[in-house]
């Protein structure tokens, strides 16, 4: 469940609002606000997309109560999602993304084919990927 916004490292750069998928944010002119708190559905999307580890985003399905919120930041907790992830600046991970097969194959030095061959551009972007079928 979202549980806060920290006014002072929020920059209203908007990328909560555009990312939310329940419209839980507005922006205000100096930072992002929680208006539809009740809305949230705890998909951390807003967590992954700041850039200034703004948010905080309970692992509880419901709202904490007495939540501290100064000894939360000064924890370092802010942004830690993102960091296990390996977001940097509000954006994914480039690369294969958990493709741990293709990531060592291209360690032994197997290169994507050339994007001209869509064929087998196309069966290397799926090969060995835990599709769901």
Known sequence: MIEFIDETSCT??????EI????VFDLAS????IAHKEDCTSCMNCELYCPHDAIYVSPLKDPEVGLDRSAIIASGVMGSYRKALHWA?????????DNWALQL???QGE???????K????LYSVRDRNLIG
């Open 20 to 23: 939310c998928p329940t419209d």
């Open 111 to 117: 290169r994507p084919p050339p994007p001209s061959d």
């Open 30 to 33: 100096a930072s992002a606000i």
């Open 12 to 17: 209203a750069c908007g990328k909560c609002v």
């Open 89 to 97: 600046d509000g954006r994914g991970p480039s690369g294969t993304g």
């Open 119 to 122: 064929i087998r551009t196309q």
């Open 105 to 107: 194959r291209e360690r």
